[in-house]
Structures are given as C-alpha cells and as structure tokens.
C-alpha cells in the first residue's frame, strides 16, 4: 500500500473513531448511557423522584398536597425529557382542561351509577353530616393531590415502561396488580378488596390511558371517582373520610362493599368491566395500542 493510500485510510479510521466518540456523547456516554435510558431504569428513577416529592406534602394542611403533586409533575417531565429522552405529549398543556374534564365526567357517572344501583338494592341510605364548605376544599386538595401522584407513577410510569417491553396489555395487566397490592394493606382490606381494585381500577384506568394517551384524562377520572366517595362519606379504599353526607350500608358485604367502602362492592367492578371494554376498543381503533417512541437523537 502506497503512502498516500495510507494516509488516507488513517484518516478515514480516525475519522471513524471521532464519528463514534461523537455518537456516544450524543446519545449519552456508550454502555451507560443504554442502561439510563432503559425503560426499568427511567421508570425507578421517575417514581422515586415524584414519590419523595409527593409524599413529603401529601399529609401536609392546606394547598400543599396540590403543590407537592405540581412539582410532582415537573420532576416526571424531567425525568421524561432528559433521561428517556421522550416526547411527553401525555401532559400537554393544550387540550388538557378538555381531557380532564371529559375523564371527570365519566368518573362522575361512573360512580353515581354505583352509588344509586346500591342504592336501588336496598344497600344504602343517606343522611347529612352537617359538614361545610371547608370539607369540600379540604377533600379536593388532598384528592388532587393523591390522584394525580398515582397516574404519575402507575400510568405515566410504570405503564410506559412496561409497556415498550411487553405491549398495551400486558403493560394493563401487571400495573393492575400491583395497584391491586397497594391496596391491600389499607384499613380493612382483604384479598378480594385488593382484586376488586385491580380490576375496576387498574384495569380501567390503563384501559383509558391506552385509549386517550392523556394523563390528564385519567387524572380527571381519578379525581371524580374519589372525590364523588368522600362527599357521600364513603370510605375510599377503607380510609374513613368526612363528607357532606354519611352513607350507612345494609346487606351483605359484596354488594355495600363492607368496611373497605363502595371499591369491594361487585357493582362498580361489572360497571367498570363494561366501560373498559369500550375503551378498549375505541384504542384499538385508533393509535393507542402503539406507545410513544423515544426522541431520536
């Protein structure tokens, strides 16, 4: 090979290398930089962040809860855009008061539709608790709070991830576990409270996130659903709560829901098996089946 051949093929190597020095700094340092941006790796470093964030003010009085779960909400966007490397149109300021308003007002009649079929079947009367308007703040401070901490970490996080490594479904099935789990040590409950929250809530909230892609759209159903518990004054996942009415139970525990409240009742988890299925195959119609693809970079 002459000199001049081998110049150049020196240059061209060097230049090969640079290319790949280059490439590595770009998509964030070789080996590591995968392993960071894998989706375990983003989904554990997200629900520790928002977690810490969110449950240092969740018992906290006033608006603090609202403000935690705001900030909450700042470090998943983070997390997101800087170490997935993703596009988070899931929170998307445009369209969000829509999305949240149509999630709350499916949660609304999910729960009333429970509420009064209970009641329609002798499992409920009401009487007033004489509470004011303070309860009412009070509740949807806290609920906000809570609710949106959750979609964050189930359907923002944990959904997503598993979801680019296993599919929609899977994805639903397993964060529905583990919402069931997360139950199971609340006051009051039992194997079937934790299946039944499963399924009417963990199964129906993955099913609308697949099917809308919004995280303010099951945020907003989130929020309705246990907001509409506590002003009845039922117990919201065996937590006692105070509200504008107080619901007294009669009849067997599967139809009232017993001591855990209206989500161990069977009646919200057929109503919610029905709207599932819709949603399910309003996604399938549409794009919701397929998960947001990382930036390319």
Excluded at 52 to 72: H, W
Excluded at 178 to 192: E, K, L, S
Excluded at 205 to 222: D, E, I, P, S, Y
């Amino acid at each position: 090979m002459s000199s001049t051949s081998t110049e150049v093929h020196d240059a061209g190597t060097a230049g090969t290398a640079e290319t790949a020095r280059t490439d590595r700094r770009s998509t964030g340092g070789g080996r590591f930089g995968r392993i960071a941006r894998s989706p375990l790796a983003w989904a554990v470093t997200g629900f520790v962040g928002v977690t810490l964030v969110a449950g240092a003010t969740a018992t906290a009085p006033g608006p603090l809860p609202a403000v935690g779960a705001a900030l909450a909400l700042g470090v998943y966007r983070v997390v997101m855009r800087r170490q997935a490397r993703r596009a988070t149109p899931e929170i998307a300021r445009r369209g969000a008061v829509r999305e949240w308003l149509l999630g709350a007002g499916i949660g609304l009649g999910f729960l009333l539709s429970s509420i009064l079929l209970i009641t329609l079947f002798g499992g409920f009367s009401f009487s007033w608790a004489g509470n004011g308007v303070s309860v009412v703040v009070s509740a949807v401070i806290t609920i906000a709070g809570g609710a949106l901490t959750e979609e964050l970490t189930f359907r923002g996080l944990a959904l997503q991830a598993l979801e680019q490594r296993w599919g929609g479904r899977a994805a639903v099935a397993i964060t529905s576990l583990f919402f069931g789990f997360a139950h199971f040590f609340n006051p009051g409950a039992t194997v079937w409270s934790a299946l039944a929250i499963a399924l009417e809530a963990g199964v129906l909230l993955g099913v609308a996130f697949l099917w809308r892609r919004n995280l303010w759209f099951v945020f907003g159903l989130h929020f309705a659903w246990n907001l509409v518990q506590q002003l009845f004054g039922i117990a919201v996942s065996g937590h006692v709560v105070q509200g504008l009415l107080v619901t007294h139970a009669h009849g067997p525990a599967w139809l009232t829901g017993g001591v855990f409240g209206l989500e161990a009742s069977v009646v919200p988890v057929l109503i919610s098996f029905g709207l599932s299925v819709g949603m399910l195959t309003m996604a399938r119609k549409g794009t919701g089946l397929a998960p947001v693809a990382a930036a390319a970079h």
